[in-house]
């Protein structure tokens, strides 16, 4: 069984850094798609960023294009954040799949880390 651990969130001050880990038992990341996807209070899951099996090709939502940077590597999957705003205040959790492929969606992973939260204040 699958199972996903993230870890590296925390209170970070508006432009400040973070960096997201999320570590991978179970399986191996380098057959695996996998994601970062986010939870803000009140709102819906949503998008960040995933990235397929050979690490090729990534997609990020565009609210986070250029501030954030995806990695994965043996069994372990990061995102780099730069330049946070308060409006990336969530709840952050990994994703990851069987098939290999980048995806947006949140029906495409079948497997959920419990998530790690990231507040961005002042």
């Known amino acids: 069984q699958v199972q996903l651990v993230e870890s590296g969130g925390g209170l970070v001050e508006p432009g400040g850094s973070l960096r997201l880990s999320c570590v991978v038992s179970?399986?191996?990341?380098?057959?695996?798609?996998m994601a970062w996807f986010r939870q803000a209070p009140g709102k819906e899951r949503e998008f960040v960023s995933s990235?397929?099996?050979?690490?090729?090709i990534t997609y990020y939502a565009s609210s986070v294009k250029g501030r954030f940077t995806i990695s994965k590597a043996n069994t372990k999957m990061c995102l780099q954040m730069n330049s946070l705003k308060p409006e990336d205040t969530a709840v952050y959790y990994c994703?990851?799949?069987?098939?290999?492929?980048?995806?947006?969606?949140?029906?495409?992973?079948?497997?959920w880390g419990q998530g790690t939260q990231v507040t961005v204040s002042s």
């Open positions: 990235i397929n099996w050979n690490g090729l």
């Open positions: 179970g399986s191996t990341v380098s057959n695996s798609g």
């Open positions: 994703a990851a799949n069987a098939n290999g492929f980048a995806s947006t969606r949140s029906p495409d992973f079948g497997s």
